[in-house]
């Protein structure tokens, strides 16, 4: 499968008041790998938009394993699972200097018509194709 990464490191306004990454900021560090491996599809937020489609995310799972601290430099893994009738993506957190696995999750998103009025149970040719092209 496609997969895509980036390296960031945990910031002091990430931290919740026990002085790890609050949970809900994994959903930001998700996000960044997110779009890095849509990059590398050639289908990122503005393409999904110009082709008359949005894909929110319906489902969210995530497993914490290893606490993430303050300066922590991590390395986040989007993986593409599954692109025909819908997107999952896995990813991995891992910590950068080391490879300790901190953190595994998954999206899954759906495509819907621009408009709202259509839910899709296929993904559009014009992102399938770009997949296909990379496999």
Known sequence: M???E?????QFYD????????????????????CALLDRIG????????????FPIVDLHVKYVRPIRFGQSIRITA????Y??????DYRIHDEPS???LTKARTVQLAVKEDGAELCFECPAVFTDKV???L
């Open 79 to 82: 993986t593409l699972v599954e």
């Open 99 to 101: 490879g300790e696995l």
């Open 6 to 10: 980036v390296i960031t490191r945990a």
């Open 15 to 34: 931290l919740d008041p026990m002085q790890v990454v609050w949970h809900g900021n994994y959903a930001r560090y998700l996000e960044q790998a997110r």
């Open 43 to 54: 289908y990122n937020y503005p393409e999904m938009a110009s082709s008359g489609y949005v």
């Open 132 to 134: 296909r092209a990379l």
């Open 84 to 89: 025909e009738n819908r997107i999952r993506i």
């Open 2 to 4: 496609i997969s895509a």
